[in-house]
């Protein structure tokens, strides 16, 4: 193998963990979402496309360039590869990438479309993101327009990090959300956050919405 392989074979082993952890929250239905893990500078251990989240096996990972090109693989990966290479290439210090369709991130996202951002204020949890170190802060959680053309939006999302480097997740509307970290513990840490927050924001919506009504 190209890479060393032991390392290939431990990110394939965490990305099967971490996605029947993301598929047990809910977060990717219908064989939707992909991760990956950055393996060293030139490569990454990516999921295959069409796999179910939840029920991963090492088979259904596969080593890609940083260019989205499989190495010695019959897999594919999914069209949303760019995505997850620009992020490694633009940052050698992010590791893993993971991307999620949850319900709250797509109707959140649906909903703040025009505005192009999700604001999340003064909740102690932000403090799980990185270089956050009170609740007294706020984020303004950036949305995409959803497209099929993914090097484009690649190139958006690029763009958007040169202006905003303090940014660890983003939202497609309608679609889903992109998270990364120097790690996949990180990112997957940062989902969870991200979650905990895209969930507060819908409930007290909802309770508003209530109490306004009486
Ligand atoms: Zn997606």
Not at 154 to 161: A, I, P, R, T
């Amino acid at each position: 193998m190209i890479v060393n392989e032991m390392m290939f074979q431990t990110a394939a082993q965490n990305i099967c963990e971490v996605g029947r952890f993301l598929y047990s929250k809910g977060w990717c239905p219908a064989t939707s979402s992909n991760f990956s893990v950055r393996i060293d500078q030139d490569y990454a251990a990516i999921t295959a496309s069409g796999k179910h989240k939840g029920e991963l096996t090492e088979e259904d990972i596969l080593l890609i360039d940083l260019n989205g090109k499989a190495i010695q693989s019959n897999l594919k990966s999914s069209a949303e590869t760019f995505l997850h290479t620009g992020l490694y290439q633009r940052d050698k210090a992010i590791k893993s990438v993971l991307h999620t369709h949850s319900v709250n991130a797509t109707v959140l996202s649906r909903l703040y479309e025009k505005q192009g951002f999700i604001r999340v204020e003064d909740f102690e949890v932000l403090k799980a993101l990185p270089n956050i170190e009170t609740h007294e802060t706020f984020l303004n959680i950036p949305i995409f327009l959803n497209t099929q053309d993914i090097a484009t939006l690649s190139k958006e999302v690029d763009q958007y990090l040169d202006n905003n480097p303090h940014t660890f997740g983003y939202c497609i509307a309608g679609h889903g959300f992109y998270t990364w970290g120097n790690n996949l513990n990180a990112a997957r840490r940062h989902i969870e956050a991200f979650e905990f927050l895209f969930e507060c924001a819908i409930l007290e919506m909802q309770l508003q919405c209530k109490s306004n009504a009486s």
